[in-house]
C-alpha cells in the first residue's frame, strides 16, 4: 500500500517561515492539521477517523495470524492519509506466549515528532517497505501511517501505549483479541468516520386495524391514528435504512391517551435485506404492562434497539394496544402516531 498524502507531504507544501494565524499559504503540515480539525471534525481532536464511502473505507481483516487493511483514507490528528494500491496492506502478526491472551488495536498512527517512532516490535509493527523507511515495526518523523499495537499477554484492553497526545495520536481501526492457542479470537471493527452526526427523526405510521371490530383506524387526536378504548388495534410502519447509517438504531413508539393508567401493549420489529425474508431479524418487545403517568401528552414507550443493522435493510412494525385486556386500566382512547428512529450517520465521500 502506498499512502499518497499524509502529514510529512503536506510539511512539503511550506515554502517558508508563516506565521500562526495568517490566512493565506503557503502552510505548515500543523496549520494544515489545524485547519482539517476545524473542517472535518466536531471537537477537533477526537471526532475523527476513515473517510466514509472512499474505497473500502480501510477495512480490516485477517487471514490466520496476517491482518489485512484494504484501501481508503482517514483523518488522523488532524493529518491526512490516503492508502491505496495493491497488495494491501498487511502483517503477519507475532501471536502471544502459548497459554496466554492478548489485546492488540490496529491503528492510523500519526507520528508528529521529529524522529523515528520505533518502539519495539514486541509493543508495535509494521511492515518492511518503502512507506516505512524501509525498516519494519517503525513509523517515519512527522508521518501517518498504519500500525498494529500490542497489548501485554494477558492484559486489558486498550494496548498500555495506545495514545493520543499532539506527539503521538492514534485512531483505532479494530481490537484483535487473541485466544490461549495463539489464534486471532475475534476481530472487532472499531471504525469511526469524520463527519459522523446524530439522526432523530419521526417515521409516521402508514395505517392502522381495529381488530376487535375488524375495521381500519380513523383519524384522532391532531390526525394521529385512534385507538377506541376497550379494543384491540394494531398500527403499521416501515422504513429503509438510508445509505448514510453508520452505527446504533434506537427506536421508540410515540404515542399519547386520554387518560392514566397501564397500557397492555406491545411492538414487533421485523427487518431484513433486500432478497432476504422480512422476518431475517427481529427486536420485538412483548406484550407488557406500559405505565402513562399523565393524560394527553406525547410518551415514547416500547423501545428496542435492534442489532446487526445494515444499510439498506428494510424495517416493518407492528404495534399492538390491547385495549380488551384486563391489564390495560387506561379507559379511554389512545392515540400513536408512529416511531421516533435515533442512530449515528456520517456523510459520505461520494
Known sequence: MAFILDSKIQEGFNAGAVAADIDYGPYSGDQWARMFRILHTSDQENDQGVVRGY????????????VYVDEGAGLCNGHFMVGVGTPIWSVAVTPPTAGHTRCDYVVMLENNTAGVYAPG?????????????????????????????????DAACPPAIFSQTTALFM?????????????????????????????????????????????????????????????????????????????????????????????????????????????????????????????????????????????????????????????????ADHYPIGWRVQYTAAIPWD
Open 121 to 153: 516490535a514486541a509493543t508495535m509493527q509494521t511492515p518492511n517497505s518503502a512507506d516505512y523507511g524501509g525498516v519494519a515495526n517503525q513509523v517515519p518523523e512527522f508521518a501517518c501511517r498504519l500500525a498494529i499495537i500490542k497489548g501485554a499477554e
Open 55 to 66: 474505497e473500502d473505507e480501510l477495512e480490516v481483516s485477517h487471514i490466520g495470524t496476517t
Open 171 to 331: 485512531i483505532p481501526l479494530a481490537k484483535i483479541e487473541w485466544d490461549v492457542a495463539q489464534a486471532i479470537d475475534t476481530l472487532t471493527d472499531m471504525r469511526h468516520y469524520i463527519h459522523e452526526y446524530d439522526v432523530d427523526i419521526l417515521v409516521p405510521a402508514v395505517n392502522g386495524y381495529n381488530s376487535s371490530d375488524d375495521t381500519w383506524l380513523g383519524s384522532g387526536f391532531w390526525l394521529s391514528f385512534l385507538m377506541p378504548d376497550a379494543k384491540d388495534c394494531n398500527l403499521y410502519g416501515h422504513w429503509r435504512v438510508p445509505p448514510e447509517y453508520v452505527r446504533g438504531l434506537t427506536i421508540d413508539t410515540v404515542v399519547t391517551s386520554n387518560d392514566t393508567g397501564n397500557l397492555w401493549a406491545r411492538l414487533q420489529t421485523k427487518y431484513g435485506a433486500l432478497g432476504e425474508n422480512t422476518a431475517t431479524h427481529n427486536a420485538d418487545i412483548v406484550a407488557a404492562a406500559v405505565a402513562v403517568p399523565l393524560a394527553n401528552v406525547w410518551q415514547e414507550i416500547l423501545q428496542t434497539t435492534p442489532a446487526d443493522v445494515n444499510i439498506g435493510d428494510y424495517f416493518s412494525w407492528l404495534y399492538t394496544r390491547y385495549g380488551s385486556n384486563v391489564n390495560d386500566t387506561i379507559d
